[in-house]
């Protein structure tokens, strides 16, 4: 049965479910973030899916990317499936900008997390939800 990681709840909200993975942005106004998990028990890696399954994650990767490109018009969109602090599969998706504070390095540590502020945060979903679809 599928359930997410507890560090993934804290640091995320939820944006909508897909077929099969749950869409959720990272809680971190630094960077339009999404990350899309698998509703999948037990699967840490990409390689752990079936190929029909893991077919279906990278559509559903391609589309979170271009929905991010078409809502925001990035300079780049980064996407990586990383593991070392949350041990279940997940992919990360995210809208990057030459002004944003890491460029041109990953995200990662490079600043603290921002906060949304409570109306921002309601706004990036709204939209999110209005580009991403069902």
Same mark, same amino acid.
């Given at each position: &049965?599928?359930?997410?990681?507890?560090?993934? %709840?804290?640091? $995320?909200?939820?944006?909508? %479910?897909? *077929? !099969?993975?749950?869409?959720?942005? &990272? =809680? %971190?106004?630094?960077?339009?973030?999404?990350? !899309?998990? *698998?509703?999948?028990?037990?699967?840490?890696?990409? $390689?752990?899916?079936? *190929?029909?399954?893991?077919?279906?994650? &990278? @559509?559903?990767?391609?589309?979170?990317?271009?929905?991010?490109? @078409?809502?925001?018009?990035?300079?780049?969109?980064? #996407?990586?499936? !990383?593991?070392? &602090?949350?041990?279940?599969?997940?992919?990360? #998706?995210?809208?990057?900008?030459? $002004?944003?504070?890491?460029?041109? =390095? *990953?995200?990662?540590?490079? #600043?603290? /997390?921002?906060?949304? @502020?409570?109306? +921002? !945060?309601? +706004?990036?979903?709204?939209?999110?939800?209005? /580009?991403?679809?069902?």
């Amino acid at each position: &049965m599928f359930s997410l990681h507890p560090r993934l %709840d804290a640091d $995320t909200q939820l944006i909508r %479910d897909w *077929p !099969l993975c749950r869409v959720l942005l &990272m =809680k %971190d106004a630094n960077y339009p973030w999404l990350i !899309l998990v *698998p509703r999948r028990a037990e699967i840490s890696e990409i $390689t752990d899916l079936a *190929p029909e399954v893991r077919a279906t994650l &990278m @559509e559903e990767v391609a589309r979170a990317s271009s929905a991010l490109r @078409e809502l925001l018009n990035p300079d780049r969109v980064n #996407v990586a499936a !990383l593991g070392n &602090m949350v041990p279940q599969l997940h992919v990360h #998706v995210i809208a990057r900008f030459a $002004t944003d504070p890491a460029w041109p =390095k *990953p995200v990662w540590g490079a #600043v603290p /997390a921002a906060a949304y @502020e409570p109306e +921002g !945060l309601v +706004g990036r979903i709204t939209e999110l939800r209005g /580009a991403l679809g069902d």
